[in-house]
Nanobody, 125 residues
Framework: QVQVVESGGGLVQAGDSLRLSCAASGRAFTAGRMGWFRQAPGKEREPVASISTLSGYSTYYADSVKGRFTISRGNGKNTVYLQMSSLKPEDTAIYYC?????????????????WGQGIQVTVSS
């Protein structure tokens, strides 16, 4: 069984930064792509960013976070980070990390097989 675990959330003020971490683990599992999604209270889950953990490390970003958030690969193919800068109250949400063995980055949640439990990010005004 593949497990996905997020860490690094918390409460910050508008304009601050946070870095979320995500690690997917499981015997013989190698993530081809990993992504971040978020769900705010009363809202539908939306994509944030995605990265290929294979050759090239291609990335996709939702328009709402371009220029502020950066997704990056960790030391292993199953580890990614989400560096969030210039945080806004609108960024308040539960952030979910997802992993899939396929290699192309995607902002489509349906293309990710394994999901974490989510981590809270709260941005106060």
């Amino acid at each position: 069984q593949v497990q996905v675990v997020e860490s690094g959330g918390g409460l910050v003020q508008a304009g601050d930064s946070l870095r979320l971490s995500c690690a997917a683990s499981g015997r013989a599992f190698t993530a081809g792509r990993m992504g971040w999604f978020r769900q705010a209270p009363g809202k539908e889950r939306e994509p944030v960013a995605s990265i290929s953990t294979l050759s090239g490390y291609s990335t996709y970003y939702a328009d709402s976070v371009k220029g502020r958030f950066t997704i990056s690969r960790g030391n292993g193919k199953n580890t990614v980070y989400l560096q969030m800068s210039s945080l806004k109250p609108e960024d308040t949400a539960i952030y979910y990390c997802a992993a899939d063995p396929s290699g192309r980055p995607s902002l489509s949640a349906s293309l990710y097989k394994y999901w974490g439990q989510g981590i809270q990010v709260t941005v106060s005004s």
